[in-house]
């Protein structure tokens, strides 16, 4: 099963509004990322969280961490048309044989910003 | 800097046939790996490195194996190819296989079906 989940699976917003999106995962990790796919493209790396910080902000991103409920939640300010993705979270989880992380990435949020 | 780079882009096989599929980057990174993303799906981790010479398995690596007998490479070998294999391959890497440096780099992708 996967590590992480995103919630919404899919989302629809109006352009300058905001869009928040949520990541729940099940054991301990050491770091969480965002990373966004545009339509049949490669990942891009948004931003990195590690397990003992709360709050990261990268221009118009801003991610939250909450290793007590196991979640992160990614925050886009003032949307545009251009943000129109998938957005994945992804976990980084230590392996028992090599002593690294592994990273495992949930199912995804479509987000759709409409003109 | 060329980042990850994969071939071919796309491939047609047949079942029972093999291939390898080809991943190298030249960032000198240290951890490499490989994801399937099947339609609508986040990414599934296949097989990792955390260097050359160390390998590991990860979320569905049945029906695949690697080696890692460079830094620069970590070509994907497909056994036997079967009808559930087909999906969309990517190659990631980054600089450390530690904590601190864990943001991938992806290469653009290999559209693999299988008949």
């Known amino acids: 099963s996967q590590q992480g989940e995103e919630d919404p699976q899919a989302l629809s917003i109006q352009e300058g509004e905001n869009a928040t999106m949520n990541c729940s995962y099940k054991t301990s990790i050491n770091n969480l990322q965002w990373y966004r796919q545009n339509s049949g493209r490669g990942l891009v790396h948004l931003i990195l969280?590690?397990?003992?910080?709360r709050e990261k902000h990268s221009g118009r991103l801003r991610v939250t961490l909450d290793t007590s409920k196991k979640s992160s939640s990614l925050l886009i300010t003032a949307s545009r048309a251009a943000d129109t993705a998938s957005y994945f979270c992804a976990t980084g989880k230590t392996s028992m044989k090599t002593s690294y992380d592994k990273v495992i990435f949930g199912p995804g949020t479509s987000l759709s910003v409409i003109p | 800097n060329a980042g990850v780079t994969q071939t071919p882009k796309f491939q047609v096989l047949k079942t029972g046939q093999s291939m390898t599929l080809q991943c190298a980057q030249d960032?000198?990174?240290?951890?490499m790996s490989w994801y399937r993303q099947d339609p609508g799906m986040g990414l599934r981790l296949i097989h990792y490195s955390v260097g050359a010479g160390i390998t590991d398995q990860g979320e569905v690596p049945n029906g695949y194996n690697v080696s890692r007998s460079t830094t620069e490479d970590f070509p994907l070998r497909l056994l036997s190819a079967a009808p559930s294999q087909t999906s969309v391959y990517f190659c990631?890497?980054?600089?450390?296989?530690?904590?601190?440096?864990?943001?991938?780099?992806f290469g653009p992708g290999t559209r693999l079906t299988v008949l």
């Open positions: 960032m000198n990174h240290e951890y």
């Open positions: 969280i590690r397990s003992n910080e």
């Open positions: 990631a890497s980054s600089y450390s296989a530690g904590e601190v440096y864990n943001e991938q780099f």
